[in-house]
């Protein structure tokens, strides 16, 4: 297990490609990274289905997803997963005169204005949720990911959950059949497109809507209290979690039962070859993530990514030292 932690002498050059969702905390992570060891880490999110067509296809040294593979595709794949942080997604809109964490919504009446069933802000549904703020008759535009996408996958399973409706007519998936709405290339592309738009509604990760300043909205969870996308409820969805009890770290977060829960919530993931590629590449990687898991609590909290637990971690390093095959 120590050798696949000895730092390379010389300056290494690491590429990985996939998820959106979590690009701000690893330009983050990266930017650290290199000024502490001068070793670079290029991340290009392209979303998660890219991630994991390249790293199946040993065109990255590491791919990048919102949705875990199930065993059987990891083993078919000769592919290793384990969780980097925790994040959010959080439903975005524009609407005049209405500001971040006004508005409140339930799951159900978010499946049906992603269905069309609810097109006004100012329907009944909506308004009996809100009756302290005057919402217009204005139309509701719906936007969504363009792309193959996790954080689409996310968004998907939550209303699955929250919906019979959407489960049965669209279901959960990085590439969904959308009924409506307007597509956006990544996070930042249904971002720009909900700060174009008025009346629109979006979703995007939680880092992207503070970094954009984009408003929010309050949701009510699964307890039935209204709840807001910040650090308190996004840790409270992923703290019964069991990791370790979990083939290949195999979770859902969303939808959780407890009492101060956001109901949006999921793990994003790494996809590394078990077999590499190029050794050398490989360990640097995981070089680098265990760095991270190590030094990079506090940019995750300060963009809004619950860090992965201590154990968890622990438990994830001895799956590298038992399951990566290295032949040099």
Do not use: C
Not at 122 to 145: C, F, G, T, W, Y
Not at 147 to 164: A, H, N, R
Not at 268 to 287: E, W, Y
Request: glycine letters at 8%.
């Amino acid at each position: 297990m120590l050798s696949i932690f000895v730092t390379p002498s010389f300056a290494t050059e690491i590429t990985g490609a996939g998820a959106t969702f979590p690009s701000p905390l690893y330009a983050q992570w990266a930017d650290a990274y290199k000024a502490e060891t001068n070793h670079i880490i290029t991340y290009n999110g392209i979303g998660s289905a890219g991630g994991i067509k390249y790293i199946k296809a040993a065109a990255v040294t590491f791919g990048g997803s919102d949705m875990p593979l199930s065993s059987n595709e990891l083993e078919k794949s000769g592919l290793i997963q384990f969780p980097t942080a925790i994040g959010a997604d959080v439903p975005v809109i524009n609407v005049s005169g209405i500001k971040s964490g006004e508005v409140i919504l339930s799951g159900p009446i978010l499946a049906k204005i992603f269905l069309g069933k609810i097109n006004k802000w100012n329907d009944p549904e909506i308004k009996q949720l809100n009756m302290n703020i005057s919402l217009p008759d204005l139309a509701i535009v719906v936007v969504h990911r363009s792309d193959g996408s996790g954080t689409s996958f996310v968004w998907t399973d939550y209303l699955s959950k929250v919906s019979p409706d959407w489960k049965a007519k669209v279901g959960a998936s990085t590439h969904v059949k959308w009924p409506l709405g307007i597509g956006g290339q990544g996070n930042d592309g249904v971002a720009k497109n909900v700060m174009e738009i008025q009346g629109s509604i979006g979703y995007v990760e939680a880092a992207f809507a503070k970094k954009r300043h984009i408003p929010v909205v309050n949701m009510i969870n699964k307890s039935g209290k209204i709840v807001s996308p910040n650090m308190k409820s996004f840790e409270a969805a992923a703290q019964n979690t069991d990791w370790l009890k979990t083939e290949h770290f195999n979770v859902s977060l969303t939808d959780q039962p407890a009492a101060e829960a956001w109901p949006i919530v999921s793990a994003t993931f790494i996809l590394m070859r078990n077999k590499p590629v190029d050794t050398a590449q490989s360990k640097a990687a995981l070089i680098f993530f265990s760095w991270a898991y190590e030094k990079g609590a506090k940019i995750a909290t300060e963009l809004e990514y619950v860090p992965i637990p201590d154990k968890v971690v622990a438990h994830i390093k001895k799956i590298w030292a038992s399951e990566f095959v290295f032949t040099n």
